[in-house]
């Protein structure tokens, strides 16, 4: 669907269910991240880029101090929260992640009260491609407007990081939310978590014969579930430890000697964060030599350590690269937090089909659930469309 049949989708369904028109309406994109997975809260390097995926919210102020909320994809009621009442766990489902926003705009001091807002997001919901972070900052892009409240793109995803930590309960990084509001078309995003400075990187898979497959697995992944904290708590122990303020700050020469020094359950740990962050600059080197088909080798191998060192991979994701891998694609692995989730394959674009079958086949014959599969084009960051 084009930006204008979705702004034009989803106008027709905030009047039917608020009754008038919308001041305008936006959208905030999901995200696959090429390389760079479990950094960002270690003040690393990630590589995401924006889906063609996203969270499109109709939006108009109210001066009554009523939030409104309604969803394309909900059960059909409107919620309707009071802005002055809203607080951290008392929201339930989706409403938390727009109510969150609100309340986090508040927390900042921000002259915000209340809207009508309707949603339609296509980012499919616990596939590891960022929808909750997608209609967080489709809520904090429409805020930023309609209160003109002059925040820009690097604070409205504090803003959103903030809301998904404090008030949803999940301790995510900030990658997420920078890739769905600083993300160009045809570009892949190199963030700084620590800076938050980012690169755009020229990404033409198409003019080099690629294809960017996204498999998700069905296999649901949750982050507030415990496993992913208690990494990341592991992480900021090992950090402690080692007298530094995040492991961003450790270089890869010195891994070897530092190893040693760690308690042997932190040693996984902390060689995955390094090893990735590498593998993000050698990423980054590859796409501006202009060779994006290199990057295949250093997916397959930030998969390895996911699963090998960091343990956040799962059965459907390990096969659904294998099988991707001796299909012919260049390189695969699991995307975003992992758990379950998706998978990335980058192949040549002739062989798209052929190995989303192969990834197909497999998956029935380990008596799996058919993987969905999508393709991820480097598409805009969150913006008004309407
Ligand atoms: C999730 C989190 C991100 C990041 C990734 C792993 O997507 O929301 O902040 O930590 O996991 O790279």
Not at 131 to 148: F, H, I, K, P, T
């Amino acid at each position: 669907m084009t930006p204008a049949a979705a702004s034009a989708a989803v106008r027709a369904g905030f009047r039917r269910v608020h009754g008038s028109d919308p001041e305008g309406v936006w959208a905030a994109p999901g995200r696959v991240n090429l390389i760079g997975e479990h950094t960002d809260y270690n003040d690393g390097f990630a590589l995401p880029m924006a889906l063609p995926q996203a969270a499109v919210l109709a939006a108009r102020r109210r001066e009554d101090g009523l939030l409104r909320l309604h969803s394309a994809q909900g059960d059909g009621r409107t919620t309707e929260l009071r802005v002055a009442g809203l607080a951290p766990g008392g929201t339930p489902g989706w409403t938390r992640y727009p109510a969150g926003v609100v309340w986090a705009l508040r927390e900042r001091g921000l002259p915000v009260g209340g809207a009508d807002l309707h949603l339609d997001s296509s980012v499919p919901t616990g596939a590891g491609l960022s929808s909750s972070a997608a209609l967080e900052c489709a809520v904090a892009v429409a805020y930023n407007d309609v209160y003109g409240l002059g925040l820009s793109r690097p604070e409205l995803a504090r803003v959103a990081q903030y809301a998904e930590n404090a008030y949803a309960g999940v301790p995510c990084g900030v990658m997420d939310q920078m890739a769905s509001v600083c993300c160009t078309g045809g570009h892949a995003l190199h963030l700084d978590s620590r800076s938050l400075e980012v690169r755009q990187v020229p990404l033409d898979l198409t003019g080099h014969g690629l294809r960017l497959l996204v498999l998700d697995t069905r296999v649901k992944h949750d982050l507030a579930d415990g496993a992913y904290a208690a990494l990341r708590a592991g992480c900021e122990r090992a950090a402690g430890l080692l007298g530094l303020p995040a492991l961003r700050d450790l270089a890869g020469a010195e891994l070897p000697a530092t190893l040693v020094r760690l308690p042997a359950d932190l040693v996984p740990l902390v060689r995955h964060v390094v090893t990735e962050n590498a593998r993000v600059e050698r990423a980054v080197e590859r796409l501006a030599a202009g060779e994006p088909e290199a990057l295949g080798p250093l997916l397959t191998e930030g998969h390895a350590s996911l699963r090998d060192d960091y343990r956040v991979s799962c059965p459907e994701t390990d096969l659904a690269v294998e099988a991707a891998v001796a299909a012919g694609a260049l390189g695969a692995r699991m995307t975003g937090g992992g758990f379950g989730g998706s998978v990335i394959a980058l192949v040549p674009a002739g062989d798209a089909a052929s190995v989303a079958r192969a990834v197909t086949d497999a998956f029935a014959a380990a008596g799996f659930a058919a993987p969905a599969v999508l393709e991820a084009v480097p598409s805009p960051g969150a913006r008004r469309i309407g």
